[in-house]
């Protein structure tokens, strides 16, 4: 009885046999025809055996490719923006109305320049007369980065205690300038971006994998036989696809060939993880915090215990690694303020705020199905599976999962971004999926 030696290598299967030599490659032709090659070598002749790929992968592979933008936004409600003339105050309320963090800003047409010199319009049906054009991008973090502008709020000082008179009357001058004033603000007011309803899911990753966590889709406009990213569109209207809605789709077919293998990978292994994480401690004031997050463009940072044995100024970003992970302050929390429990709020320290947020009637409903709860910590650890990570970012509708070691210290932070990006280079070198 002849002895078989198995020797495996990426996407190839090599069989040596004492009289034989068999090897199998999975490659795929100019036609996307999947072909396997069976290459016999006996008594010095060789055979081609054309194998064709199981049906069930032929068809999983084929749904994942002609999966486009358009699939993503079909059960999406109409897009939620605000005029150009609205205040801040009238802002934060569409935010809380509608639980999103981030609108366009609509304003006549001819009179701005679009952000990042797009021209993005909402035309007539009928007439295709041009009715709006979308200047930018207004998120929570450009109104927090806003009120957060200068030391007037809380008179500068470093102490805590409730604000006096004089900070809620700069609030309210502040919360009352248009949201034209400020877009920009934050770097990501400074780009709108449209993806066309026909981009392909793998085009749409590589958008979002970026950086982008936003783009208008346009529901019937006049570049339907265009792919990519554009930056002159005109529609009748708009729905917004987010890097949520990217993950909530690819994790419909995680059942699929092409995505199974790639989600039972650890973060670590699939390099989600990033390790630089910049942190708070638990004696940084809200005031201060936003500061830090405008500062860093960030939307979100980590609070961790302070240390006794350094010497941290509590208005600074830190180095989180490898500190004691308590909580996280997220731009999105203030989305659940009440402009006047916003006055009182602010100079609190973020940790106070984390927990006083959460008792908001705005957070009732979703307390009460457990989606947020007081004080939860949505992490994971290096070993933790892809699916399982991305699954409590969606179940939790957070934007990052923070990385913590077995002793609950912080050791990184893998972002939606960070989970688009990785899934779309695993599939990309995977040759069944090209």
């Known amino acids: 009885m002849e002895s078989l030696c198995f020797l495996y290598l990426p ?14 490659l999975s490659i795929e032709s100019n036609f996307n025809t999947s072909l396997c090659f069976l290459y016999l070598l006996s008594a010095g002749n060789f055979q081609v055996v054309k194998k064709e790929k199981p049906k069930m992968q032929q068809q999983t592979n084929q749904r994942l490719r002609d999966t486009k933008v358009k699939d993503l936004t079909a059960e999406k409600r109409r897009l939620v923006e605000v005029p150009y003339t609205a205040s ?3 802002a934060m309320n569409v935010f809380v109305a509608n639980k999103v963090v981030a609108v366009p800003v ?12 797009s021209m993005i319009m909402e035309s007539d049906k009928h007439t295709g007369a041009v009715r709006k054009h979308y200047i930018g991008m207004l998120t929570m973090l450009d109104i927090l980065a806003h009120i957060a502008g200068d030391d007037q709020i809380n008179g500068g000082g470093g102490g805590g205690g409730g604000g006096s008179g004089d900070d809620g009357s700069d609030i309210d001058k502040k919360m009352s300038v248009p949201v034209s004033s400020i877009i920009g603000h934050c770097l990501e007011g400074l780009s709108l971006w ?11 990753m590589e958008v ?10 346009p529901t019937d406009g006049q570049k339907e036989n265009i792919s990519g990213v554009e930056l002159v569109e005109s529609a009748s209207s708009y729905q917004m696809v987010t890097q ?15 995505l199974d293998g790639i989600l039972s990978h650890s973060v670590k292994e699939l390099g989600a993880v990033n390790e630089n994480v910049f942190a708070i401690t638990d004696r940084t004031r809200v005031i201060d915090a936003i500061k830090c997050m405008k500062a860093a463009l960030l939307n979100a940072v980590p609070i961790v215990k302070v240390s006794h044995s350094l010497e941290e100024d509590p208005k600074q970003l830190i180095n989180g690694k490898s500190r004691q992970l308590v909580g996280t302050f997220s731009a999105t929390d203030l989305r659940g303020c009440h402009f006047a429990s916003l006055q009182t709020w602010l100079p ?6 984390t927990e006083t947020v959460r008792k908001s009637p705005l957070f009732a409903e979703a307390a009460a199905s457990n989606t947020i709860q007081s004080r939860e910590l949505i992490t994971c650890h290096v070993d933790s599976p892809l699916s399982e990570v991305i699954n409590k970012a969606l179940t939790k509708h957070v934007h990052r999962v923070w990385v913590v070691n077995k002793l609950g210290l912080l050791a990184g932070v893998v972002s939606l971004t960070d989970m688009t990006r990785v899934l779309r280079v695993s599939l990309l070198s995977d040759p069944q999926v090209m």
């Open 194 to 204: 449209t993806l066309n309803p026909n981009t392909s899911i793998l085009d749409c």
């Open 208 to 217: 979002f994998s970026k950086g982008i966590h936003r783009a208008l889709v």
């Open 11 to 24: 996407f190839y299967r090599i069989e040596l046999n004492l009289t034989a030599v068999s090897i199998f």
């Open 88 to 90: 801040l105050t009238h």
């Open 244 to 258: 949520m809605d990217l993950l909530k789709s690819l994790m419909n077919h995680s059942s699929d060939h092409e």
């Open 348 to 353: 609190l320290t973020a940790l106070e705020f």
């Open 106 to 117: 609509a304003a006549p047409p001819g009179h701005w320049i679009g952000a990042g010199g």
